[in-house]
């Protein structure tokens, strides 16, 4: 049975009360992003999440569900964050099928198994495992909208517990620091 507590906050397991004491993020965010899992507690919190963070949010709890939900909404729809093992229809599988008629849709797949994150390098798309912090979660899928390669990096780069601010500041930084060219003595 998945664990019902992946989201986190410091002090104990958040109730849908809990989630509301999340600070609003600055400016307001108006990104559609549709969140499939089978699971209903899961599902129901990780909405409670995402619109708390000023999100519009669609929900579906299977592949099936998260199909019709796309093609009744005439909104573009800029991320799909779909649970990874789902009966019928895998994450990465709705993400292949919607990609098609939303090509400009980005895609982020969460997991509590291990080798969620495996499957997901296959395809190139952020990865969040679970359990997560409810911050983690609205500063990865922020990431993830403002990134503009619509493949998108998956796997460690996106990682739940290894991609933080700091360290995306550091990547950054080192990616900007130019050795200066090293002269040569002459003899």
Do not use: C
Not at 27 to 55: G, K, M, Y
Not at 140 to 145: A, E, G, K, N, R
């Amino acid at each position: 049975m998945e664990d019902l507590s992946p989201y986190r906050t410091e002090a104990a397991n958040p109730t849908l009360e809990s989630v509301h004491t999340m600070p609003s993020p600055p400016e307001p965010a108006f990104e559609t992003i549709l969140v499939v899992d089978d699971n209903e507690s899961v599902l129901r919190v990780v909405v409670a999440i995402l619109e708390r963070a000023n999100f519009l949010v669609l929900s579906a709890d299977s592949g099936q569900a998260a199909i019709k939900v796309a093609a009744r909404t005439h909104q573009p729809i800029q991320l799909l964050l779909s649970d990874v093992d789902m009966p019928d229809m895998s994450g990465p599988d709705l993400g292949e099928i919607l990609k098609v008629v939303r090509p400009e849709m980005h895609v982020m797949l969460m997991s509590g198994q291990h080798e969620g994150s495996l499957l997901v390098l296959n395809y190139g798309w952020a990865f969040i495992r679970k359990p997560f912090l409810p911050v983690k979660l609205v500063e990865m899928v922020t990431d993830v909208l403002h990134s503009t390669d619509r493949s998108q990096l998956g796997g460690e780069e996106f990682g739940s517990r290894k991609d933080t601010s700091s360290n995306r500041r550091q990547r950054r930084k080192g990616a900007s620091i130019k050795q200066a060219p090293t002269r040569r003595r002459a003899a």
